[in-house]
Structure formats: C-alpha cells, structure tokens
C-alpha cells in the first residue's frame, strides 16, 4: 500500500508538473502574439501622426515659396526692367532678388521675359547663374504664359538640384511682360528627416519619389511605370536622365501597410503610412521600423506572461498550504473576537459619556452664542439711539421750521376767510397740509430709524436708504454750511441690504463727516454711487483733514477713536452690519477720508 500510495503521488505531481509547462508554453505564445499585435498597432499609430506633421511642415514650406511670385508681381523694380531693359536696374534687380532668396531660403528666384530668356536671377554671381539662359522648353513657362499661374517639379538643368518650379505670369497694358519664377529647393527639409529613424519620402501621382530623406530613392518609382511613359518623361528631362527604377520595397499584398527593405540596416521589416500633402498632388510615405519595437514589446510580455504563470503557480501552492492553517486560525480568531467585543462594550460605554457630555457642551456653546446676537443687537439698537441722541436737535429743527410755517399760514387764513379772499385761504391751508406731511415723513422717519430692526436682508431702494439718512442729518449740513454732492444713477438701484440698518450705516458715516468738517468754510461732502459686476459702490467723500495713517490699519477694531468723548464702536457696528449684508467698507485717504460700501446688487 504505502508503495502504491508514494506511486500514485508521485503520478500526481508529474502530471501536475506536465499541465504546468503546457499551460507556461501557451501563455508564452499568446503574449507574443498580443505584444505583436500591439506593437504593430503602436508603430502604425506613431507613422501616421509623423507623416500628418512632416506633410503639414511640408506644405508650410510650399506656401512660403509660393507667395514670393505674387508679391513680386507687384514689386515696380520687376516691371521696370520687363518694360525697359535698363542695365542699372537689372543689377539693383539681381542684388534684391539674391537678398529676398537668402531671406527667404529660396533655392533660385528668376525673371523670364516673353521668350523664356533670363533678365535678372538672384543667382547671378554664381558660376550656374541663369541670366541668359533660355528656359522656353520648359513646361512651367509655358504653361505660365498660357494660363498664368504654374508649378512643376524638375531637375535644374545647370544647377542638377531638383525643385518646385513655381511661376507667375506679369501682364502689362498691351499683354505679357514676362514670367517670374522662384524656384523652392527642399534640401533643409530632406535633412531634417534623415535625423529620424523612420524613411519618409514624397511621390507625385506617377508614383515617382520627388522629395526623400534617403537619396538613392531619388526619382524611383513605388509602382512600375510603363515604357512609352517612361521615354516621355525621360525626353522632357523633368528628371535628367533618371532611369526610374522601382523602390527595393516588397510588400505581401498591394493594400498591406507591412513593407520589407532588404538590406536596410537595423531590420527590414516596415509599417508603412501615407498622407496627402494638402494643396498639391503630392502624397507623403513614412515607413516606421518594426524590429526594435516589436522584439522590446515580445519580450517584455513573455516575460510578464512567465512571471505571471510562476506567481499564480505559487499562488496556488500557497492557498493549499494555507488551508491546512485554517482551523488553527479560526480557534485564534473566536478568541480574539471575544476579546474585542469585551473592549468594544467598555470603550462604548466612555464614548457614550463622552457624547453626553459634548451634547452639554454644543447646548451651552448655542446659548452663549445667542446670547451674544442679542448683546450685538442692543449694541446696534443703542447706537441708533445714540446717533438719534445726537442728531435730536437737526431733528427738532426740521420740525419746528414747518410748525412755525403752519402756525403763520393758519392765522393769515383765518383773517383771509374774515374778509372772504377764500381762494387764498384754500390755498394757506393746503400749503398746511403739505408741511404736516413734511412733519410726518420726518417724524416717521425718525421712528422707522428708532424701531429694533428685524435684521432680515432683502432688496432695498438705494436712494431711498440715502435719502432716508439725509433726511435725519440734512439740518447739520446745512448748519455746518457743508456742501453735498449726490451723483447716483439715474435708473432705481436695488442693494441686498435691511433698510434702517443700512441708514444708520449712511448717518454714522455721514455725521463723522459732518464732524471732521467742522470750521471749514469750503466744508463739501460728495455721495457717489456705482453698479458693476453684480455689485453696487458707494462712496463718501469729504474735503477735510483725513484719517490719521496711525489709526488707519486699526479704525475698524473697537475702541478705535480720534473724538475726545467717542466710544470708537460706531464705525465697527457699521463694519459688521455691511459685512452681515454680504459687502464690505473700507476707508482710505483722498484729498481727505473716503469710506467705500460695497453692497450685493438684486436686480
């Protein structure tokens, strides 16, 4: 038994060690076939954003070039010398033109008269200069004189640099004048290709490679081209005598984006992609290497795919191993949750103490916090009395100018009813009735301002609030020979404010002002107001002494006074209620002190 029991173990494990290679070797080429795919996918992706940039670079390089001819075409010095073949003006033409192509990194700018002859060229020191060259046979002046505009791409027959002929025809009264040519050479752009690792070069819609970064390529074609199309374009010398002979590409399929190069150094395995360079006909091939990042990729996902095999084996081994710990745990673990239920009700018990005992704090914390919203509240209402206290004999004065009135119009009444002139009488009495109504809004105003306001914000009628105080305080500008300047908007302006509370923030500030202007003869105060972004600013000026720069920083702390007998609180409580508003007041020195109230606007 124990022979047949260590045998059958031992069939066990070698069958388990058998299904563990197999499922190692499949996971194995399953992650090099994904890491393929994916690199793949990655290379494609890279080749295609390169080809949109380096066709985007491209174009950007062509259009540069083809805006020279046009400006050109303007230029007095180019028609000067197609209409006069001045020697002196061909030179200053030579010397400009050589300027603008190295300015503009222009292979060759050229003028053509009607024959095809060359006046002027801004290669005219060099031994390949084109001045006096015959360029008629050449499909970009003909087709030029014919149509106007061209653009061909060849073989410099006396430079043998290739480039983009573009050409712009220049009219005159009586016809053609000439042909202007710039010539854009691509020799800077094939250079910074090369920097790169992954081929590009540009073909035109014969297939022929006009523009690479790998020379050989020159004038190949990507397809094979046919014989009597072949002779014809050897025989236009577009491209010299170029055999044009195809790319040494190979692909599997015509419609395949995998390309091989034999031979090409680092690998020869290619993901090609192809765009088309905008406003020509033109297309652009990038062709990404595939070795370097595909072995990279396979190699990292194998390995990844090995150490995953290795940890869920192991993995495996280790819950069969710990399953043999389990009971073992568990006894350990019902010990330890007896003990911690029995800690768990102790450390209930202190929490539930403590709970009660910070419930006792929150409810005396809420007391004391509204026992201080009411000790603010008297603080405010005794300002209002106190600034009432002060301003009781203005008051008094308003009123006792209309009873004086209404006395003096009721006695000249009765003695015009006496001698029956009742028409006047009338109009004595409504003029009493208009002063009693004076009386009245004075009197109601000073009530409404004594009341204990409710200290809820709502919208309220800026002018209304300023009228409201100047009413209470006018009498002391007058006395005081002060000047006041109202600049408010003509349109009703609305503030998030409580209206007697915002009142007596207006007389605070106004009677301080009143105060600071004492003894002045040219005494002016000036209420300005603004509605900007969502807010309303009003400011109050005066001409007098300003605020000491010693108590500036700290006039808004309490106890903050220049006045002998000031508390130094009122301009506190005016603080806070605008700030309760949801604003701000600030002070600030400007040809005297200058408080600015910045309220929420409701529209």
Not at 104 to 128: F, H, M
Not at 244 to 270: H, I, N
Request: glycine share 8%.
């Amino acid at each position: 038994m124990s022979d047949t029991s260590h045998g059958r173990r031992a069939l066990r494990l070698g069958a388990a060690l058998l299904i563990s290679f197999g499922l190692l070797l499949a996971l194995d080429a399953l992650a090099r076939f994904g890491a393929e795919r994916w690199a793949l996918g990655q290379v494609r992706s890279g080749a295609e954003a390169a080809a949109e940039f380096r066709a985007a670079m491209l174009r950007s390089e062509i259009e540069k070039q083809r805006t020279l001819p046009v400006v050109l075409a303007q230029d007095p010095d180019v028609r000067a010398v197609l209409e006069a073949r001045d020697p002196a003006r061909i030179a200053a033409l030579n010397a400009k033109l050589e300027t603008l192509a190295a300015g503009t990194r222009a292979g060759v700018i050229y003028l053509l008269d009607t024959k095809g002859i060359t006046l002027a060229a801004s290669n005219y020191r060099s031994p390949a200069s084109f001045v006096g060259s015959d360029y008629s046979f050449r499909p970009y002046f003909a087709s030029a004189m014919s149509e106007g505009t061209a653009e061909h791409f060849a073989l410099g027959t006396v430079s043998h640099q290739p480039g983009l002929y573009i050409t712009r025809r220049l009219d005159g009264a009586d016809g053609p004048l000439g042909v202007l040519v710039v010539k854009a050479e691509f020799g800077a752009v094939e250079t910074d290709w090369r920097r790169a690792s992954d081929p590009t070069f540009v073909t035109d819609p014969r297939d022929i490679v006009l523009v690479t970064s790998v020379p050989d390529w020159r004038f190949h074609a990507t397809t094979p081209i046919p014989d009597a199309q072949r002779d014809a374009i050897r025989a236009s010398l577009q491209f010299g005598d170029a055999a044009l002979d195809l790319l040494p590409l190979r692909r599997a399929r015509s419609d395949d984006a995998e390309v091989s190069w034999p031979g090409a150094p680092g690998g020869s395995a290619f993901v090609e992609a192809t765009v088309d360079v905008p406003t020509t006909s033109w297309r652009l091939h990038v062709l990404a290497p595939l070795a370097g990042t595909v072995q990279l990729a396979a190699l990292a996902a194998r390995s990844l795919a090995l150490l995953a095999g290795i940890i869920a084996l192991g993995a495996a081994a280790f819950f069969l191993a710990r399953r043999r710990r389990l009971a073992q745990e568990r006894r350990q673990q019902a010990e330890m949750r007896r003990e911690l239920e029995a800690r768990v009700t102790a450390r209930t018990a202190e929490l539930s103490d403590a709970n009660d005992r910070l419930r006792a704090e929150m409810e005396e914390r809420r007391r004391a916090e509204a026992t201080a919203r009411e000790m603010q509240d008297e603080l405010v209402q005794a300002s209002k009395l106190a600034v009432l206290g002060q301003i009781a004999a203005s008051v008094a004065h308003e009123v006792n100018q209309p009873v004086s009135a209404i006395r003096t119009f009721a006695e000249s009444g009765s003695i015009l009813l006496g001698h029956g002139q009742t028409e006047t009488a009338r109009d004595n009495f409504a003029t009493i009735a208009s002063l009693t109504d004076r009386i009245g809004a004075i009197t109601g105003e000073l009530r409404a301002f004594a009341r204990k306001s409710p200290g809820q914000v709502g919208p309220v009628p800026l002018r209304a609030a300023i009228e409201g105080a100047l009413l209470l305080i006018g009498h002391r500008l007058r006395q005081n020979a002060v000047e006041l300047v109202l600049d408010l908007p003509a349109e009703e302006v609305t503030v998030a404010a409580e209206r007697w509370r915002l009142e007596q923030v207006f007389v605070n500030l106004l009677q301080n002002a009143v105060e600071a202007l004492a003894g002045r003869a040219d005494g002016c105060i000036r209420i300005t107001a603004r509605a900007e972004d969502g807010q309303v600013v009003v400011r109050i000026a005066d001409n007098g002494p300003g605020l000491a720069p010693k108590i500036l920083d700290s006039l808004f702390l309490p106890f903050t006074t220049t006045k002998p007998e000031g508390l130094g609180l009122g301009l506190v409580i005016s603080h806070d209620i605008v700030a309760e508003f949801g604003g701000r007041l600030r002070a600030r020195n400007e040809d005297g002190a200058v408080f600015t109230l910045t309220l929420p606007r409701l529209d």
